[in-house]
Each structure stands twice: as structure tokens, then as C-alpha cells.
């Protein structure tokens, strides 16, 4: 049973250039969650997506934004690449119908994007 | 503002002791949950508690919720240098989970 797949694995872009990070959810998931995390710090929510819609949005800007295909995987994209993007891009996923309080997410390994 | 406050950032301690991390909140969480992360890797879930008061114990780890469903701690008994990682406890509310920003624990052999 496979569990989350994230790639690219590494990538490096400069600023002003644009992303595409990839997901492929734990099977019998439906949800995907994108978090940031700086080194040293912990993930930070960026957005959630359901039902091919964004559900939830952390406190980033207009340039993060997702998408979610009927087979439930994920893309994040980020436009106009900052040096502060710098970050281990993680993709969690979960199962809608369990209740909120019993829910729990799978992570996968992330995507290191460095920023020069 | 940080929601989920976490105690101590670093942590370095010998093997075979006794150590206890801490998450604090203002906020009420309907869920707390801890989970490890290794360098390279994703974070891993250890366990979830959700009622206040609530204790779980995995083997050397134990893990508390708050009365009032703020605070938890991650107790660990005889240390082990494969308890070393990065220890994050996260929070449930309004459908997603947010994150503290870790303890990160050395053990020492």
C-alpha cells in the first residue's frame, strides 16, 4: 500500500520563476493538505483541498495556489519565486469522513525547493 | 502569533534519562496529536489524544492532554538515541491541523 508521493524530490529555481509540486495521495484518501516548512521551523498550513476545491487557506499570499484531479493528487503552484520560498514543501493526506477529532494525516516526504 | 507553543526548542540529553517536552495553547483544540520527524523525511504520527485529561501511553512514550484541551505533554522514559528527531505537536480545528514549531531532541550515547 502506497503511501504519500511527492515529487520532484529536489529543485532549484531562481527568483521570479515559477513552480509545480506534485502529489499523489495515500490510497482511500481524498484529502490533500500543502504545508511550508523553513528550516528549523514546523510546517506551516498553507491550503486543503477537497473535492477538487480549496477548502481551507493558511495566511499565504496569492501566489500559492493548488489544484486537486478527480483521482485526488494534487499540485501546489507558486508564481514569482522569492529567496524567502526557500522551504521543504510537504503533502499530507487524509480521509474526509472521519471525524475532525480523529483525524490524522500521512505525510510524505516533501519537496526541497531552494530559491537563488 | 504562534497558536501552538512548544518547550523546549532544543533539547540534549544523555542516554537513559528521563525527559519531558511540553505544547501550550491559548486556544481550545478539538484534537492534539504529536508526531516525530526525521531529517529528509516527512513527519510521522505517534498518537492522538481528544479527550481532556486523556493519557496514552506507546511503549517508553507518554502522552497527556490538558483538562481543558489546551496543553499536552510528551513524557519519555530512558531515552534511547533512536528517540533523536523532531518532535511536533499540532492541533485540530475547523477541519485542519496546524503545527508548533518543534522540540528538537538529541540523545546522547
Known amino acids: 500500500d502506497a503511501g504519500v508521493t511527492q515529487s520532484p524530490t529536489h529543485l532549484i529555481k531562481t527568483r521570479g520563476q515559477q513552480v509545480t509540486l506534485r502529489c499523489s495521495p495515500k490510497s482511500g484518501h481524498d484529502t490533500v493538505s500543502w504545508y511550508q516548512q523553513a528550516l528549523g521551523q514546523g510546517p506551516q498550513f498553507i491550503f486543503q483541498y477537497y473535492e477538487e476545491e480549496e477548502r481551507q487557506r493558511g495566511n499565504f499570499p496569492d501566489r500559492f495556489s493548488g489544484h486537486q484531479f478527480p483521482n485526488y493528487s494534487s499540485e501546489l503552484n507558486v508564481n514569482a519565486l522569492l529567496l524567502g520560498d526557500s522551504a521543504l514543501y510537504l503533502c499530507a493526506s487524509s480521509f474526509s469522513l472521519l471525524p475532525s477529532g480523529a483525524n490524522v494525516l500521512t505525510f510524505g516526504a516533501g519537496s526541497r525547493l531552494t530559491v537563488l | 502569533t504562534q497558536l501552538l507553543e512548544q518547550s523546549p526548542q532544543f533539547l540534549s540529553i544523555q542516554e537513559g534519562e528521563n525527559l519531558t517536552v511540553y505544547c501550550n495553547s491559548s486556544s481550545v483544540f478539538s484534537s492534539l496529536q504529536w508526531y516525530r520527524q526525521e531529517p529528509g523525511e516527512g513527519p510521522v504520527l505517534l498518537v492522538t489524544?481528544?479527550?481532556?485529561?486523556e493519557v496514552k501511553k506507546l511503549k517508553r512514550l507518554t502522552f497527556q492532554f490538558g483538562d481543558a484541551r489546551k496543553d499536552s505533554s510528551l513524557h519519555i522514559t530512558a531515552a534511547q538515541p533512536g528517540d533523536t528527531g523532531l518532535y511536533l505537536c499540532?492541533?485540530?480545528?475547523?477541519?485542519?491541523?496546524?503545527f508548533g514549531k518543534g522540540t528538537r531532541l538529541h540523545i546522547l550515547p
Open positions: 499540532a492541533g485540530g480545528r475547523d477541519d485542519k491541523i496546524i
Open positions: 489524544v481528544v479527550t481532556g485529561g
